[in-house]
């Protein structure tokens, strides 16, 4: 009879393990379900954000376009740029050195004196500003 009693027990548990494996099966279906919708929904967000993107960059494209056909119009400017570009490139070494301490300023040529800082008496502590720092010599 004891056997008869197990064999029940061990026919009802494997129902109950049964029905907890397919409620646990439905659950994975839905949540794999929620995930595909997820993705697709980010898919769809995602083409909506680059779409926007590209029509962003077209319209900045466009104005930058515009902006330059109308400030190539002005008369002399493009020369008025390379001039300034070739200055820019020609000045480039002095200030390289100085920049890397190398050498003395550019303007602190022969034509021009080194300059050299210029405070008022007592603004510094009238303002409640700490002094400024010495000119520092080329080494």
Do not use: C
Request: glycine fraction near 6%.
């Amino acid at each position: 009879m004891s056997a008869f009693f197990s064999e029940v027990d061990l026919i009802e548990e494997h129902e109950n393990i049964l029905g907890r494996r397919a409620e646990l099966l439905e659950q994975m279906k839905r949540h794999r379900e929620e995930m595909r919708t997820e993705r697709r929904r980010q898919m769809k967000e995602r083409e909506e954000a680059h779409s926007r993107n590209t029509a962003l960059l077209q319209d900045l494209q466009k104005i930058e376009d515009h902006l330059k056909g109308r400030w190539l119009q002005l008369p002399n400017l493009l020369l008025l740029e390379t001039k300034y570009w070739a200055s820019v490139e020609e000045s480039l070494p002095a200030w390289e050195h100085f920049m890397l301490g190398k050498g003395p300023h550019p303007t602190d040529g022969p034509a021009h004196p080194p300059r050299s800082a210029k405070q008022k008496v007592g603004t510094a502590k009238d303002q409640g500003l700490p002094p400024r720092p010495k000119r520092r010599t080329a080494r």
